[in-house]
């Protein structure tokens, strides 16, 4: 801002040149002054003082210093710390951000584990119970689904990590003991898929036995056989009404077991001893030789019925304790 210092008029001081005639003096031509200095460094940044002459009075204008000096040292240290606030608040965004992202994934990756292991759960129960009934195709879901189980567990360790270490201490025992009994029942696979047949066979002939069992009961009432005889006749009906129940409860994966197994083979076997006994006579068991035709061809029927069955009842007994681990096993798998 310019301030100006009012002076006295001078009466005897002669009238100032005109910029004209200051510039002729100089020798430059209007022109001349219009163009730029060769050395702009030779004009002050301060204005120069100018008198000049209005009303009759004579002022003397003085500028003080421009406005285009330097900040000062102070400004320039805030305009530093705006910027590092400025840059540690964008950090701290950042930061805050990719936990939060990270913590957000991990939650969606930890329940995705949690309905995949669920999921696999379910898979191996499914393909043991089939194993059991001996698929020939569940044993090799059976590997997957143990597998498949087993890295689940290991993304819910990863995903939920100190968070859920009490659940995961629960889960983690059964997952590995589920495992285990997978590898027991895949152990027994080719007991299992013999047992199975053999199981499948018998059921299917079971009606045949019992109703050639029934018949040869009502004859030997009918011809007025001695009470040893009817005896027998109704003891075959009784182990072949057995031999269909225990099949069918076999056929079930929680029914299989070897001592059912050793069961049933018991009871074909006594089946087989008593047909043969009321068909040729059996003097300690007071048995006479059946000699009506109608009595001895259902007798012969029936022996031959267990003859077909007997290689496949065979293999029942080939592996009880084999037969009884995969049961055990595939029982745990349910129940955890």
Known sequence: MAWFKKRKPEADAPRSATPTQQIEDDGQTPVDMLAPPEDASAYPRQAQSASFQEDGDSFEEEDIEGDGALPSAGAAARQRLLWLLLVVGLIALLVAGWWTISRTERAFGGAGAVG????????????????????????????ESSRALSGSLNRLRSNLGADYADELGKIAPLADRAGKNASVIIAQQQALINASAALRVIHSQSASLLDAANQISTLEV?????????????????????????????????GMSGQ??????KDLVTLRG???????????????????????????????????????????????????????????????
């Open 260 to 265: 059912a197994a050793q069961g049933l083979d």
């Open 116 to 143: 995949e292991a669920l999921l696999q759960s379910q898979r191996l129960s499914k393909s043991a119970s089939q194993a059991i009934a001996g698929s020939p195709g569940a044993f090799s879901e059976l590997v």
């Open 222 to 254: 009918q011809r007025g056989s001695s009470p040893a005889e009817i005896s027998a006749a109704g003891q075959l009906v009784m182990l072949t009404e057995r031999i269909g129940k225990s099949t069918s409860e076999m056929l079930v994966p929680a």
């Open 274 to 336: 008593t047909a043969q006994n009321l068909l040729d006579g059996n003097s300690d068991l007071k048995l006479s030789a059946t000699h009506d035709a109608s009595t001895r061809g259902k007798i012969t029927d029936l022996l031959a019925t267990l003859d077909r069955i007997h290689t496949k009842a065979a293999s029942l007994v080939t592996n009880p304790q084999g037969l009884s681990d995969a049961g055990a096993a595939q029982s745990s798998i349910d129940a955890d």
